[in-house]
């Protein structure tokens, strides 16, 4: 439905005449102590009938006359409030800076509201394989992910391969068309690539490096654990590359089971002859 008769269908379900809205655009006028404010009769007449957009406010005093939600007649104009922060990323600010989109209420985000039974997060798991059931969540700030099409592992709170550039208990994005293991050009750790792996009894997340037959996962240079040997493809399956995360910066509680972790003296899963 055109939007100037949607106002007009909201004007004729309160009673409402032309003149009492011109009435009472001039009451939000004196108490904002701004003429901008006022819609005189002919100015109704073409908003609702000719397509005229009105002014930011006018529009304003539309709303709050009629009992209506700005960011809902927004909708009727073609602006959906939800996507300002996606629409927001076609330009990217050098300077470093806040995000000042603070009202979110009115988008949604697609998110995992129901996981598997028995989910073992000590463990590094395959979150997408887990997930039963997904649900819309008010988050406006987050709906430009595409949630539902990428794939999710979770880092396993015993999991230190990466640490501490990825802590246990992360949520890693991973894009599952990168999933050619590449053994050089990069310059340092944060350019190299890190994968996500299945293994015939888990998951695991990590550099590697590949030679022949034989996968090696190369924990970080400050993780307590060691490089893991595995038959390839035989016994491990790359499933992609992690390409986002979202974790944690405390350090304290990880700091009494990074301790645990090296004193319980981790074996490397290897095979010694391939």
């Known amino acids: 439905m055109d939007p100037g008769l949607k106002l007009k269908r909201a004007r004729e379900k309160l009673g409402l005449r032309y003149r009492q809205v011109e009435q009472a655009s001039n009451l939000i006028a004196q108490k904002h102590r701004n003429s901008d404010y006022v819609i005189g009769l002919s100015r109704l007449a073409d908003i609702e009938n000719k397509g005229v957009v009105p002014g930011l406010h006018r529009f304003y005093s539309l709303c709050a006359i009629y009992r209506l939600d700005l960011t809902e007649v927004l909708e009727w104009y073609g602006i959906d409030v939800s996507k300002i922060f996606e629409d927001g990323q076609a330009v990217e600010p050098g300077n470093t800076h806040l995000i000042r989109i603070r009202d979110g209420s009115r988008g949604t985000v697609q998110l995992p509201i129901r996981l598997e039974p028995g989910v073992d997060f000590s463990r590094t798991t395959y979150l997408s394989r887990m997930i039963q059931q997904w649900g819309k969540i008010p988050l406006g700030l987050l709906d430009s992910l595409d949630i539902e099409e990428n794939r999710y592992g979770f880092i396993g709170s015993d999991d230190f391969l990466m640490y501490p ?33 299945e293994l015939r009894d888990g998951y695991a997340c990590s550099f590697c490096n590949l030679s022949g037959s034989r996968l090696i996962l190369q924990p970080h240079s400050g993780s307590p654990c060691e490089p ?47």
Do not use: C
């Open 165 to 197: 550039l990825l802590r246990p208990g992360s949520l890693v994005q991973i894009d599952d068309s990168r999933s050619k293991i590449r053994n050089s050009g990069w310059t340092n750790e944060f350019e190299r690539p890190v994968y996500f792996f």
């Open 228 to 274: 893991q040997v595995l038959a390839y493809p035989a016994d491990i399956d790359v499933i992609g590359q992690v390409v986002g995360v979202a974790m944690h910066l405390e350090a304290k509680p990880l700091e009494a089971r990074i301790k645990r972790r090296v004193r319980s003296a981790i074996s490397p899963r290897s095979i010694p002859s391939l």
